[in-house]
T-cell receptor, first 114, second 116 residues
């Protein structure tokens, strides 16, 4: 079985500050990990993904995430927040468990203050 | 290239009525998924089509929900009769292949369903 826990349903940062969105996962098989972002009135878009290999993954818009197997974490970071980063972010996990489906967390809404 | 489109964007119905949601995946995508997000909670998997066949419908809440994908193109999700707890945002997603778990999903903007 697979599951995702996102710590904090809301995160607020000042423009220019570090963004840190936390994600922990549980998986009985080797996980594939994703971060998706949803802007208002739009569908989810893929920010970045971890499959195998390098544990530090870079995505679009300056975001990156690090896969830490020992901590079962895949936290999302960005060194300097921009107003346009305000959105809802979803961590997700997939892997073969008799079939393939992507399991999502509850989402973290990021607010960026001027 | 057109993305995943969903119709309607919003639907407000009364308890006991029937509602049909539609999803048009990206052309050529064999895989189509339905997800639902109840307010503030996780996006929950409902079911997965490969072409016109239901690959996995383990997430369907109960037999009031019926999904179809005739001809392997667009899909419909019908709720009959609707109950209050069916309210939420219904997302559709598509992808080209299903055997690759790191395959990127392309999402529609969702249908906000409100059952009063």
């Amino acid at each position: 079985a697979q599951s995702v826990t996102q710590l904090g349903s809301h995160v607020s940062v000042s423009e220019g500050a570090l963004v840190l969105l936390r994600c922990n996962y549980s998986s009985s098989v080797p996980p594939y990990l994703f971060w998706y972002v949803q802007y208002p009135n739009q569908g989810l878009q893929l920010l970045l993904k971890y499959t195998t290999g390098a544990t530090l993954v870079k995505g679009i818009n300056g975001f990156e995430a690090e896969f830490k197997k020992s901590e079962t974490s895949f936290h999302l970071t960005k060194p300097s927040a921009h107003m346009s980063d305000a959105a809802e972010y979803f961590c997700a996990v997939s892997g073969y468990t008799g079939g393939f489906k992507t399991i999502f967390g509850a989402g973290t809404r990021l607010f960026v203050k001027a | 290239e057109a993305g995943v489109t969903q119709f309607p964007s919003h639907s407000v119905i009364e308890k006991g009525q029937t509602v049909t949601l539609r999803c048009d995946p990206i052309s050529g995508h064999d895989n189509l998924y339905w997800y639902r997000r109840v307010m503030g909670k996780e996006i929950k998997f409902l079911l997965h089509f490969v072409k016109e066949s239901k690959q996995d419908e383990s997430g369907m809440p109960n037999n009031r929900f019926l999904a179809e994908r005739t001809g392997g193109t667009y899909s419909t999700l019908k709720v009959q009769p609707a109950e209050l707890e069916d309210s939420g945002v219904y997302f559709c997603a598509s992808s080209q292949v299903s055997w690759d778990p790191n395959e990127k999903l392309f999402f529609g903007s969702g249908t906000q369903l409100s059952v009063l």
